[in-house]
């Protein structure tokens, strides 16, 4: 993977997630948020993970799709939305506070890994290996998984019930 | 995207003429669309315009071009704009990843006094090792477009519109997604090409861990997957948006959905799109079920062999080749988008209830069984259990 | 070098492609003189009652919802499939059948369950 590669799709995707913070419409931030994970796929696909990156698009996709909705559901967007940065200054300085430790935390980290060449280089995507590591290996993870899944979806349903429960319309 | 500048813009040519063979297929398929359904209804259709009224949609588009430019006061208007252009990217990048005939062998030759060394041009936009996972990933962004239409547009009815289409096509996305499994179960690989590349020869497989050659038909995945054929093709009808499964846009109900408050260029975009995604499922369903591009029986290298015959160059008969086979897939390709236009102008449009109802618990269920049932059926054949 | 680049070319050229037939017909076509009446959503001709910027029914937020969670035990099967013809050859086709048949089965009852408690009903 260039460097060159590696850094343009990095700044833009610390761009969009930006964005998604700053954003004042919660619509938009859902938007960019679609757009940095189509840009975390393109990193993914760099790295010699296509099938990944094309997970990436599938679930996430989806996934975003899901808070537009709860967005567009709990929100009473008619109103002007509150800006990031208003409000009581005291609460401000600890809002950049907070962002600036956020900050050094992860780019302390990220300096430290400077062979971005080196990342996905020689590496040939092998759907076969990943199968076969994913269905013998991690055999046990794999089925947990499924049961974890259908205690989300258990979780949903009787979150969203309309009648029944103690809800007695 | 290539090593030296020859291979580079030839590249760049290659997607610019997928991206335009995509765009300029649109009009035809209007053209096909009224003059299909006045055959269908009996009645004549656009005749006046040029010959058979081909150039109908000539003047229409330049009609489009003079129409006023209107955006609701209210509405958001970045994404109001934003929408009918995004919606034409996914079926765009879908479409360049299905390779649409044989890759085209270039030998070494001499140009300019310098010598270009021998290329591989795959016949499709950019190769993916991924290719199914890949446009499924892509085709689900359709969505995106169609909630943002439904939101810019500040109208309750593009917006029940556009929650209508999403929550459909992510439905019938699973049904979609599930039929694929069994196809993925027989070719056991990703990639298109390598799918079509099984499908050549007459139908031979296992039987009880030994070999079957069945000599008059050819070795299609229709024969091996029934089932999971005509699931697939009813997903994509729903992934289309198209009738029987047009809710987004029932006008009895809802104007006309997400495109309420659209008109002129910008409608004529989110048709682009459509027809792009109806183009997207037919060349894979002509990939994954009927040989792709290749005659059935007959090999890529036999066609090649064919055409050396008449005295060509390899590179020549190699180009030949492409061309040949790209000529069949299209034949294939415009079959389904018949048989869509047909649908279309048959059956009546189904209610919301039931549209849910056969997604998830018709649709999603046989997909399921197929998966079982092919697996299992796999495993019974392919094993020596005596 | 890597598909990547293409692609990104291409959602490019579709992209200006779009703004570009934008561009010419917002210059072409006349400039619509607004009014209150015209500004308004379309409502077939009424008074506008509401705009579609209100609360949507949970049931579309429910669907989705169960859209990943049934879309990600799909994605899960495709690796199984593309590998289970090597697992038949090798001779541990059962084993590779069974791991799937276990996964398949809570799939199965999450399915059963969810029409069971009547989440997929739309009326």
């Known amino acids: ?169 | 995207m290539g090593a030296d500048i020859f291979e580079i813009s030839i590249n760049i040519i290659k997607i610019l003429v997928i991206f335009l063979l995509m765009v300029q297929i649109v009009p035809l398929l209007v053209w096909v669309e009224r003059r299909g359904s006045a055959f269908i209804q009996n009645r004549f259709g656009p005749n006046r315009v040029g010959p058979l009224g081909l150039t109908q949609l000539l003047a229409d588009a330049v009609k489009f071009l003079f129409k006023e430019e209107f955006v609701p006061s209210k509405g958001k208007k970045f994404l109001f704009y934003a929408a009918p252009v995004i919606a034409l990217v996914p079926g765009a990048l879908a479409f360049a990843s299905i390779p649409l005939s044989a890759p085209i062998l270039v030998d070494a030759f001499e140009m300019f006094g310098k010598s270009w060394g021998p290329y591989r041009f795959a016949f499709q936009g950019f190769e993916m090792g991924v290719g199914i996972v890949f446009v499924l990933g892509i085709s689900s962004l359709g969505a995106y477009a169609l909630l943002m239409a439904g939101w810019a547009s500040n109208n309750k009815y593009s917006m029940y519109g556009a929650l209508r289409a999403c929550a459909q096509m992510i439905s019938y996305e699973l049904a979609l997604g599930l039929a694929l499994v069994g196809i993925l179960l027989i070719y056991g690989t990703f990639d298109f090409a390598e799918m079509v590349a099984y499908q050549e020869g007459p139908l031979s497989f296992f039987f009880m861990g030994k070999e079957v050659i069945v000599p008059f038909l050819p070795n299609w995945g229709i024969f091996y997957q029934p089932l999971g054929a005509v699931l697939l093709f009813c997903a994509m009808f729903a992934e289309t948006n198209r009738t029987p499964f047009d809710l987004p846009e029932a006008e009895a109900e809802l104007v006309a959905g997400y495109h309420t408050e659209y008109g002129g260029l910008k409608m004529l975009m989110f048709y682009i799109g459509e027809y792009g995604h109806m183009l997207v499922a037919s060349a894979l369903m002509a990939t994954f079920y009927f040989g792709g591009y290749n005659l059935p029986f007959i090999s890529t290298e036999a066609v090649n062999a064919f055409f050396a015959g008449f005295g060509f160059s390899a590179t020549k008969a190699s180009i030949v080749t492409a061309f040949a086979l790209h000529v069949v897939l299209f034949t294939k390709i415009l079959l389904f988008l018949w048989v869509f236009i047909w649908v279309r102008w048959t059956l009546p449009r189904f209610r919301y209830d039931q549209l849910m109802d056969l997604g998830w618990k018709t649709m999603l269920p046989w997909a399921l069984a197929n998966t079982i049932i092919t697996a299992a059926l796999v495993l019974l054949m392919r094993t020596e259990w005596l | ?123």
Request: proline share 3%.
């Open chain 1, 1 to 169: 993977m260039s460097p060159t590669i590696f850094y343009s799709l990095s700044i833009v995707l610390v761009v969009f997630s930006l964005l998604v913070v700053l954003c004042k419409n919660p619509l938009h931030s859902a938007l960019f948020l679609a757009l940095a994970m189509i840009d975390l796929a393109f990193i993914f696909f760099e790295l010699k993970a296509p099938f990944i990156a094309a997970v990436q698009l599938m679930v996430y996709a989806g996934a975003v799709m899901v808070m537009f909705v709860m967005v567009l559901m709990l929100f009473d967007l008619k109103e002007d939305e509150e800006s990031a940065f208003s409000g009581n200054p005291v609460i401000n300085v600890f809002k950049f506070l907070s962002a600036g430790l956020l900050c050094w935390a992860i780019s302390s980290k990220l300096f430290s890994y400077g062979d971005v060449a080196g990342l996905g280089a020689g590496k040939e995507f092998d759907i076969k290996a990943l199968g076969t590591t994913l269905y013998t290996k991690y055999i046990f993870a794999f089925e947990a998984l499924g049961l974890l899944l259908l205690l989300i979806a258990v979780g949903a349903v009787a979150l969203s019930r309309t009648k029944g429960g103690t809800h007695d319309s």
């Open chain 3, 1 to 123: 070098m890597s598909p990547l680049i293409a692609i990104i070319f291409l959602g490019t050229v579709t992209l200006l492609f779009g703004s570009a037939l934008l561009f010419v017909a917002s210059l072409l076509g006349p400039k619509p003189k607004y009014s209150s009446v015209k500004d308004s959503s379309y409502e077939c001709g009424l008074e506008v009652q509401e705009t579609g910027h209100s609360k949507v029914p949970i049931k579309f937020y429910l669907t989705a919802i169960l859209f990943i969670l049934f879309d990600i035990e799909i994605i899960f099967m495709y690796p199984w499939a593309v590998t289970y013809l090597d697992f038949v050859n090798e001779g541990h086709g059962v084993y590779i059948f069974s791991v799937m048949a276990v996964f398949l089965l809570i799939f199965i009852l999450g399915l059963i369950w969810e029409i069971k408690s009547k989440a997929l009903e739309w009326e």
